[in-house]
């Protein structure tokens, strides 16, 4: 998916960061260029690459508070590691992974959300946030390639 597809990105409102900094503008503007979900040391490596020293603990916490503010997706890789996204259009969304190359592709979850819903009234719990990690293989990585045997 390429980022025109993933629709607006957006930017984090005044009062959503306790406070903003370069090394946080410049985390979140090297996620937001990202095309897909990246790891924190992934996108640290690519804000040393880019010139934007900024240490491994700052990206952590720029993380952090992107997540407290409501602007980031975030699923699992395989090893458990987390992986972020910019919250497109500031929509909570569920992703389908694939397993083999990472790729992930937004899959409509309304009847999880439904659900998810309900749930406070049936249990008498609140504020109820929730985890759904969908992984697979996509159609890339299926095809058998030209050199097989």
Known sequence: ????????????????????????????????????FVSAKALHA?????????????????????????QVDIVRDEAGERLYRIRSAGVHRHYLMCRDCGR???????????WVAEVPAASGFSEIHHTLELTGVCADCRRPSATAC
Do not use: F
């Open 1 to 36: 998916m390429s980022p025109a597809d993933s629709g607006p990105r957006t930017q984090p409102q005044p009062g959503e960061w306790r406070r903003t900094t370069r090394q946080r503008e410049a985390v979140h503007a090297a996620l937001a260029h990202s095309p897909d």
């Open 46 to 70: 690519s804000l040393i690459e880019t010139g934007a020293p900024t240490g491994l603990t700052t990206v952590y916490r720029a993380l952090q508070a992107l997540e407290r503010a409501g």
């Open 104 to 114: 992930s592709h937004p899959v409509d979850t309304e009847v999880v959300e439904r």
